[in-house]
């Protein structure tokens, strides 16, 4: 019993992490208990912070992720105190915390926010890069600049974002759906970006405000070497920014997407050589599927599903993520999620006395709003990261505490293409089944708005562009309003929705 356990060897609060959603913890720790200990175990020399955090509605937020030297952590809070070392193995039975500095932590409450580690196609060749935090971002950097052509195999928000940053390189993008962005989009909302992908890119882009990424002035600054096993935490939004993602060509972009394929085999050079097959040129036109020979000689092949081949300087290897578990798990009887997660209940609490979980490294197993879904993005960390820090606090002093008003509604705010995009709840109709109807608005270039209905409610919607529709579409979702006798006139816009519900 936790009670009787005595006062010495109560420990501390421990958190392991410095991704956003183990510092957001952290700071509500430090906050909560301003004469305790925290501490913040991280294997990277720097941390993510959120900054310049803007509540754009009810549930809507925006933020900016500055990377800092964790000393910055530990001078706006001077009671969290940052342990720059890996986790070696979590002792559950003993509340205690082994880290590969040989030291041992000792916990009161412990929350594990870990994160995730890429989800390579292939282990160990060098020719394959999977993009996941600062260091491998600058590594395809650093690739990029002597690449004539990639190959990028995945169709999640990071491949989404490549695809239009990359320059002066042909892009050959294989992905196993339909359409691109499949996380996000449906077939027409996609086909909306195409257009865009496909067309030369617009010299002005979205301004933004967030800070430069760098780790390596701290890096020297630490004056440790980093494991190259330690995964950094994730990358936040707007990770491409600063980076230079130039190949050595003179044109703007060149794109040629494979569709309902995935990737069968990998060969290195000399093994094709061997192989005595063939590879095919970058496709020219694409209308035509002109299978021609390539004659050029690559360091690296792929051939798909679809029985092409293609030859390429490297490989970018965007195919998700998998929750970080492994530390944690040798000793300790954990429940995993389906997708290798931590589960945890509405409180954030795994299955082990005195351990929480938030962010990519935990499964949502309790039972969610009906518009509500859990994403490994950097929303949902922020959002864990503060509420199992309001969880530890209610348990620790005995108090009860209500579910988060974030988990009501799914909300999450980006940008792709230099597009903004927001999706709201049930936005691609997740778990409706084929009792829903959609509703489309779309201006070539400009905006696409999309929403989902069922029995003249609305639950979800997917805003591409500047619509100004957020917020009255977020409370027409969690208001449940009749909307059957707007019939198609709900998104028509000759009519402001936003005077009709504000």
């Not at 430090?30 to 549930?59: M, R």
């Not at 935090?133 to 974002?161: C, P, V, Y």
């Not at 529709?469 to 409370?475: A, I, Q, R, S, V």
Request: proline share 3%; charged share 25%.
């Amino acid at each position: 019993m936790e009670a009787a356990r005595p006062h010495s060897t109560a420990g501390k609060f421990v958190v392991v992490g410095g991704g956003i959603a183990g510092v957001t913890c952290a700071e509500q720790l430090a906050i909560n208990f301003p004469s305790e200990d925290i501490l913040l175990i991280t294997a990277s020399p720097v941390i993510k912070a959120v900054t310049n955090f803007k509540q754009v509605s009810k549930v809507l937020e925006e933020f900016d992720v500055e990377e800092q030297p964790s000393t910055m952590l530990e001078n706006r809070f001077p009671n969290i105190k940052v342990i720059e070392s890996g986790v070696k193995q979590l002792k559950s039975e003993d509340h205690c915390v082994l880290t590969e500095d040989g030291s041992q932590h000792v916990y009161r409450k412990l929350c594990l926010c870990a994160g995730a580690k890429p989800k390579l196609i292939c282990e160990g060749n060098p020719y394959v890069l999977g993009i996941r935090d600062t260091d491998s971002a600058q590594e395809f950097q650093k690739q990029l600049t002597k690449a004539k052509r990639i190959m990028i195999i995945g169709n999640g928000g990071i491949a989404l974002e490549l695809v239009y940053e990359v320059e002066g390189c042909e892009v050959i993008w294989a992905i196993k759906d339909k359409a691109i962005g499949n996380t996000f989009f449906d077939a027409g909302a996609a086909e909306f970006l195409t257009s865009e992908l496909i067309a030369e890119k617009p010299g002005s882009k979205i301004v933004h405000k967030r800070t430069r990424y760098t780790t390596e002035g701290t890096k020297k600054e630490a004056g440790t070497k980093t494991n190259v096993s330690n995964i950094g935490s994730a990358l936040g939004p707007d990770w491409h920014e600063g980076l230079n993602l130039k190949g050595t060509k003179e044109f703007s972009h060149k794109i040629h997407i494979e569709t309902m394929c995935e990737v069968k085999k990998i060969y290195l050079q000399k093994e094709f050589k061997i192989s005595k097959k063939k590879s095919l040129t970058f496709p020219r036109d694409h209308h035509i599927q002109s299978l021609t020979t390539d004659k050029e000689i690559w360091p690296v092949y792929v051939e798909l599903t679809n029985g092409k081949i293609f030859g390429c300087d490297f490989i970018v290897s965007a195919t998700g993520v998998i929750p970080n578990t492994e530390p944690f798990l040798c000793g300790n009887n954990f429940d995993l999620g389906e997708d290798g997660g931590l589960k945890v209940d509405d409180h954030m609490h795994t299955s082990l006395p005195d351990i929480y979980a938030a962010g990519d490294i935990c499964t949502a197993s309790w039972q969610p709003s009906p518009f509500w879904q859990q994403m490994r993005l950097w929303t949902q960390a922020r959002q864990m990261g503060w509420y199992a820090a309001k969880c530890m606090a209610a348990a620790t002093l005995g108090d009860s505490i209500d579910m988060d008003f974030s988990f009501e509604l799914f909300a999450h705010v980006t940008k792709f293409f230099n597009y903004k995009v927001v999706l709201l709840g049930k936005y691609n109709a997740q778990s409706l089944g084929s009792d829903h109807e959609l509703m489309l608005r779309c201006t070539k270039g400009q905006e696409y708005i999309k929403v989902v209905m069922q029995n003249g409610r609305m639950m979800g919607a997917v805003l591409i562009g500047d619509t100004n529709l957020e917020e009255t579409f977020e409370n027409l979702i969690l208001n449940q309003m009749n909307l059957s006798s707007y019939g198609e006139h709900l998104l028509d816009p000759n009519i402001d929705i936003e005077d009709y519900f504000d």
